[in-house]
């Protein structure tokens, strides 16, 4: 499984190599996790030592280094996927349009018109490259009109689903 963690705007790509090991951009790294308690780490990496605060602001983790607080992000495969891909399912500007991320093949809908939708809720499964993808509602609403049924092909940016 490979994880994209960025860091303010650093980014870095981990993934267990076939031995188990953890790679960092393909190599084994010369680090270590020295938690030391209060939210307070120390990261050895490449002989140096850097310590940092874990804390989440609004709703975001982040790191506080050197007085400077830095957002984290990390996604998994699937979500590196959907990046390569065009990016997650979202909605277009000035409406509730719900699109496909990537080409794939509508599985199963799970939502009909009229039905209240509350934000991160699945609408409906879509298969790409052999992977089921949940798309989400992007935000609580209604359900106004289902535009595929189950089966049915999808191109990227298809229209999917519209909320009011």
């Given amino acids: 499984m490979r994880y994209r963690i960025r860091i303010g705007t650093h980014s870095f790509l981990f993934e267990r190599g076939p031995d188990g090991r953890l790679l960092l951009e393909g190599r084994p790294p010369d680090a270590e996790v020295l938690p030391l308690g209060g939210g307070r780490y120390g990261v050895r990496l490449e002989g140096e030592v850097y310590t940092f605060v874990w804390e989440t602001r609004q709703g975001q983790p982040g790191v506080l280094w050197r007085g400077r607080w830095y957002p984290v992000e990390l996604k998994d495969e699937r979500a590196l996927l959907l990046e390569r891909l065009g990016g997650p399912a979202g909605h ?18 799970l939502v009909r018109e009229g039905e209240p939708v509350r934000r991160g809720q699945p609408l409906l499964v879509l298969e790409a490259m052999k992977m089921e993808n949940e798309i989400r ?3 609580e609403g209604v359900v106004q009109r289902v535009h595929v ?3 049915q092909p999808v191109e990227k940016n298809a229209l999917l689903v519209e909320l009011g």
């Fill in 92 to 109: 277009a500007k000035g409406a509730s349009r719900v699109l496909a991320p990537m080409p794939g093949l509508v599985l199963r809908v």
């Fill in 137 to 139: 509602a992007p935000a």
């Fill in 149 to 151: 049924q189950e089966r």
